[in-house]
């Protein structure tokens, strides 16, 4: 009779009051109601050139190169190869298996794939079971006086299902935030392979301009010692006086402090790509490198201003991080609407597992919830204008971040110009203290000067070196820094790893 009445109850629950063309309604009109605002992406910033006026379409010649700017081609995934150095190859492979940091971005991606996978799950009904054995002893008769003694097993099996209605979107909002996520992740994570490539290109230059730097240091070090010696005999013969002496100590100790420093910088380099290859600096050995072993890109692909807010890992997760705003403000405006929730459930019970399967069912019951925000004090109103002002500041940072982008690429442009002018300096510089220094050396061999011009002259031509070396490794460290700048062509290793799947 229980099982009767429980299904007269729901028959009555669902016919005679008008719950099924009324839950009918709510379903035709459940995907067309979303709260909250849709995603729009935002446009592209209307300029035409990243620094005022126009932009550079090359370089000066300088140290026997000019660079040339193209607009509109694309960046190569691998754009480090275009320094043509096979050092920087084998790290950049290393450090694309080892980095930590690299492993860690590719877990955090992972796992916002998987509280995307788990966020579907809402879509779908929730099937719940459960099933009980427990042993019983009864000894009272019916009359409540004790008896023999009773003893039975009850097995029972419950079993319901679930079914959120999406009315107002409040669960499709949630996906769509977690979407956002996985897109933000996925952002962060070209980010770090951008931002190791370029670290480790900038610092493989460094470390050769260190690395010639202390040579030719080094020479300079050896002349001054020269000059040293020959003024102290000159002194005990009377032809320089000792303030002339003492001069060029002074000259010499203060190259001899520049030195240790040189060295510093330069096993700092070996440990920082150490550190960035995931190897302690104790398991990485000391290598020789120079700057001739880099080719400077005679061409650099230059992305147009239209389309940098699409080749930067930065921008998209900003972007990334603006959707997922939007979502939370769904969420949070969808939270103010009623909940619709479909239900059912089945009981049995039986005091063996065969009898447990073959009799009728106990009970069943089925219905339906509607449950909606009366008062709550303005916790809801105030959680919907919270995600609103989340969603101003996401827009804010998002904007910022194209500006901020924008004047990188703007600053690198002007960099690679400027730095091609002091490097032509330079040259110049080089190439008249060389030419003074065959100069000397030819009347020192002919015998109108003496050794200690060959030696002032051969300082001054090492110090021009120096300066020339300095200005050569900030010319290749602003390719590098333009092409980080313009997003490194990562895109293109995002359609490639997609042609891979």
């Known amino acids: ?197 370029g670290n480790i290109v900038n610092t493989m230059i460094a470390k050769a301009g260190y690395f010639d730097q202390i040579r030719a240091t080094e020479q300079m070090i050896g002349f001054l010692k020269e000059q040293a010696v020959l003024a102290e005999v000159q002194e005990l013969s009377g032809i320089v006086p000792h303030a002339k002496v003492l001069n060029i100590r002074a000259q010499l100790f203060s190259v001899e402090a520049a030195l240790p420093s040189l060295r510093q910088r330069l096993s700092q380099a070996d440990h920082l790509l150490a550190a960035l290859t995931g190897h302690f600096p104790a398991e990485v050995g000391p290598s020789e490198v120079s700057l001739a072993a880099f080719r400077l890109p005679e061409s650099i692909p230059l992305v147009v201003p239209s389309e940098l807010v699409r080749r930067r890992p930065d921008i998209f997760a900003a972007e990334a991080q603006l959707h997922a705003a939007g979502a939370e403000l769904g969420v949070a405006t969808a939270a103010l609407f009623p909940r619709f929730t479909l239900s059912a459930a089945f009981d049995r019970a039986g005091s063996s597992l065969s009898g447990l399967f073959s009799g009728p069912l106990n009970s069943w019951g089925i219905g339906a919830e509607l449950a909606a925000p009366l008062f709550h004090g303005g916790t809801l109103i105030h959680q919907k204008q919270a995600a609103v002002e989340g969603y101003a500041q996401a827009l804010a940072e998002y904007r910022q971040t194209v500006v901020s982008a924008f004047a990188e690429v703007a600053d690198s442009l002007r960099a690679v110009e400027y730095d091609a002018e002091v490097l032509s300096a330079q040259t110049l510089t080089l190439e008249a203290s060389e030419e003074a220094l065959r100069h000397v050396t030819a009347n020192f061999e002919a015998g109108v000067a003496d050794y200690s011009q060959v030696l002032i002259t051969d300082i001054q031509y090492q110090q021009a070196k120096i300066g020339h070396l300095q200005a050569r490794a900030r010319r290749l460290q602003d390719s590098v820094a333009l092409f980080v700048a313009l997003g490194g062509g990562w895109q293109m290793r995002e359609l490639q790893g997609k042609a891979g799947e």
């Open 1 to 197: 009779m229980p099982l009767n009445r429980t299904k007269s109850y729901a028959s009555l629950l669902f016919v005679r009051h008008g719950l099924v063309p009324a839950l009918s309604a709510i379903l035709f009109f459940a995907s067309g109601c979303t709260a909250g605002p849709d995603f729009v992406r935002p446009g592209p910033p209307v300029v035409t050139s990243y620094n005022y006026g126009s932009d550079p379409a090359s370089t000066i010649f300088a140290d026997g190169r000019i660079q040339r700017f193209t607009p509109g081609d694309s960046i190569s995934a691998a754009w480090w190869k275009a320094f043509d150095s096979q050092q920087v190859d084998a790290i950049v492979k290393d450090a694309f298996e080892n980095n930590q940091g690299l492993q860690a971005a590719q877990a955090r991606l992972r796992q916002s794939r998987e509280n995307l996978l788990a966020g579907h799950g809402i879509f779908y009904p929730q099937f719940d079971a459960a099933f009980g054995v427990m042993r019983q002893k009864s000894s009272l008769q019916g009359n409540g006086i004790g008896g023999p003694e009773n003893i039975f097993s009850l097995y029972t099996l419950s079993s319901s299902v679930s079914y959120a209605l999406d009315i107002f979107g409040s669960r499709r909002r949630a996906v769509e935030g977690l979407e956002a996520g996985v897109d933000y992740q996925n952002a962060v994570l070209s980010a770090t392979y951008l931002a190791l490539e």
